[in-house]
């Protein structure tokens, strides 16, 4: 360990963990005592990650019901994730009271939320530390969770990566790092599953994507399936019809059409395909704009060697700008060329917001996919060109939305609170 890691723990162990473990003491004296209360460990805003909104939007539902449970950096993380979007979230504690709750309480369950960034190191070690223990489920956020499993095994060289996949799925490859490791791992039909499963025990997985049950078979044989339990909840989609464009590019002050794509730019996202969709459009005399709004954009097109003239970048906005930025763009587009299970909160809020999406099919599930517009998986920057194009020609959305009120955030929380 580095002398500014040892260094890090310690001011946090020293000042920072001691403050919040008051205010959760604090806090705790807001829930009622009643028996059957269930930890949530998940990652919390304001983690660059959508994972932490997404969920604490389905916790916060049941306050005296869910307690979640994350390691904040520091008071003002803290303080933040309590005041989120201008509510009390009053059941949000920090890591170092958990002990503390599991005495004050009874709880009856656990659940983990793990997605695949360094994000949920932490939520995945506690749930490595409570192997033996019963009632426990993991909420995968989606089915490729390679990144938390070799994190913890710190096993991201060649030769110890190589042995983990030898010592989990029996296989002898070589990782030769030649290509993105996210695509050897899909090459290879390899999620991580099966490791975090014999990590931490837990046979019980809460998902948000019909597909997501499919993607176990890769992992699983007919026998180990035979002992596992997966529950599928609606993807919440919350009302958000009332956000306001952003100023800048609201309709009225711009002279050509605006496509946006949302979140972590990527291959697996096709990210490179939509920027020369809509190059190949400006050459035709099309003005038409490209809008990234999310996490490492410019590191991202810093890789490419491709024409960004037409793109817009907003760098790691604000929940509230990163809303308004959704809600200025005539079309959006969200690919996932290769499915892994994922829900998308960005598909999920531009629905809340009424707002055209073109996205891959088999992606959207669970009854949403007829709000969207479903491509074929790699589709070619040439015909995504024709299809944007269709969409920004087309009518105003004529879907039935009041069919999405049974997909809210509050029936998710119930969903859960009654499946488990």
């Given at each position: 360990m580095?002398?500014?890691?040892?260094?890090?723990?310690?001011i946090?162990?020293?000042?920072?963990?001691?403050?919040?473990?008051l205010?959760?003491?604090?806090?705790?004296?807001?829930?009622?005592?009643?028996s059957?209360?269930?930890?949530?460990?998940?990652?919390?805003?304001?983690?660059?990650?959508?994972?932490?909104?997404?969920?604490l939007k389905?916790f916060?539902?049941?306050?005296?019901?869910?307690?979640?449970?994350?390691?904040?950096?520091?008071?003002?993380?803290y303080?933040?994730?309590?005041?989120?979007?201008k509510?009390?979230?009053?059941n949000?504690?920090?890591?170092?009271?958990?002990?503390?709750?599991?005495?004050?309480?009874?709880?009856d369950?656990?659940?983990?939320?793990?997605?695949?960034?360094s994000?949920?190191?932490?939520?995945?070690?506690?749930?490595?530390?409570?192997?033996?223990?019963?009632?426990?489920?993991?909420?995968?956020?989606?089915?490729?969770?390679?990144t938390?499993?070799?994190?913890?095994?710190?096993?991201?060289?060649?030769?110890?990566?190589?042995?983990?996949?030898?010592?989990?799925?029996?296989?002898?490859?070589?990782?030769?790092?030649?290509?993105?490791?996210?695509?050897?791992?899909?090459?290879?039909k390899?999620?991580?599953?099966?490791?975090?499963?014999?990590?931490?025990?837990?046979?019980?997985?809460?998902?948000?994507n019909e597909?997501?049950?499919?993607?176990?078979?890769?992992e699983?044989?007919?026998?180990?399936?035979?002992?596992?339990e997966?529950?599928?909840?609606?993807?919440?989609?919350?009302?958000?019809t009332?956000?306001?464009p952003?100023?800048e590019?609201?309709y009225h002050?711009?002279d050509?059409?605006?496509v946006?794509s949302?979140?972590l730019?990527?291959?697996?996202?096709?990210?490179?395909?939509?920027?020369?969709?809509?190059?190949?459009?400006?050459n035709?005399?099309?003005?038409?704009?490209l809008?990234?709004?999310?996490?490492d954009?410019n590191?991202?097109?810093?890789?490419l060697?491709?024409?960004?003239?037409n793109?817009?970048v907003?760098?790691?906005?604000?929940?509230?700008?990163?809303?308004s930025?959704?809600?200025?763009v005539?079309?959006?587009?969200q690919?996932?060329?290769?499915?892994?299970?994922e829900t998308?909160g960005?598909?999920?809020?531009?629905?809340?917001?009424?707002?055209?999406?073109?996205t891959?099919k088999?992606?959207?599930?669970?009854?949403?996919?007829?709000?969207?517009?479903?491509?074929?998986?790699?589709?070619?920057?040439?015909?995504?060109?024709?299809?944007?194009?269709?969409?920004?020609?087309?009518?105003?959305?004529?879907?039935?939305?009041?069919?999405l009120?049974?997909y809210?955030?509050?029936?998710?929380?119930?969903q859960i609170?009654?499946?488990?």
């Amino acid at each position: 360990m580095k002398v500014k890691d040892i260094i890090k723990i310690g001011i946090y162990k020293i000042f920072l963990q001691p403050i919040n473990w008051l205010l959760s003491l604090l806090l705790s004296n807001f829930q009622k005592k009643h028996s059957g209360k269930i930890l949530i460990y998940s990652v919390m805003p304001p983690a660059t990650t959508g994972m932490a909104s997404f969920a604490l939007k389905i916790f916060n539902k049941l306050k005296n019901k869910f307690l979640i449970i994350n390691k904040f950096n520091n008071f003002f993380e803290y303080l933040y994730a309590i005041f989120y979007e201008k509510q009390f979230n009053s059941n949000i504690f920090d890591i170092s009271f958990d002990r503390q709750l599991i005495k004050k309480f009874t709880v009856d369950k656990k659940i983990f939320v793990i997605g695949n960034s360094s994000h949920h190191d932490e939520t995945f070690r506690k749930a490595v530390l409570s192997k033996g223990e019963t009632d426990r489920y993991l909420y995968l956020g989606e089915n490729l969770l390679i990144t938390p499993a070799l994190n913890y095994l710190k096993a991201w060289k060649k030769d110890a990566m190589e042995k983990v996949i030898l010592k989990y799925y029996n296989k002898k490859l070589n990782v030769t790092f030649d290509e993105d490791i996210n695509i050897f791992w899909v090459k290879n039909k390899i999620s991580g599953l099966k490791i975090i499963k014999e990590l931490t025990g837990i046979n019980k997985f809460i998902v948000f994507n019909e597909n997501a049950k499919e993607l176990f078979n890769n992992e699983f044989s007919q026998e180990e399936l035979n002992e596992i339990e997966i529950i599928t909840i609606k993807p919440p989609v919350e009302d958000l019809t009332n956000i306001i464009p952003i100023r800048e590019l609201s309709y009225h002050s711009r002279d050509y059409k605006l496509v946006g794509s949302f979140g972590l730019p990527q291959a697996q996202k096709s990210t490179d395909d939509i920027i020369e969709a809509v190059n190949l459009l400006n050459n035709k005399g099309i003005k038409i704009k490209l809008l990234l709004a999310g996490y490492d954009i410019n590191t991202y097109l810093n890789t490419l060697e491709i024409n960004k003239e037409n793109i817009i970048v907003y760098e790691k906005p604000s929940s509230a700008k990163f809303l308004s930025l959704m809600k200025a763009v005539d079309t959006a587009i969200q690919l996932r060329p290769n499915n892994q299970g994922e829900t998308s909160g960005c598909i999920s809020e531009l629905l809340g917001m009424r707002q055209k999406i073109i996205t891959t099919k088999g992606f959207v599930t669970n009854g949403l996919e007829k709000f969207c517009i479903n491509v074929e998986p790699y589709i070619s920057p040439q015909r995504l060109a024709d299809v944007i194009i269709e969409t920004l020609n087309s009518k105003d959305n004529s879907y039935n939305y009041d069919t999405l009120r049974e997909y809210s955030f509050s029936n998710a929380a119930y969903q859960i609170k009654e499946q488990l």
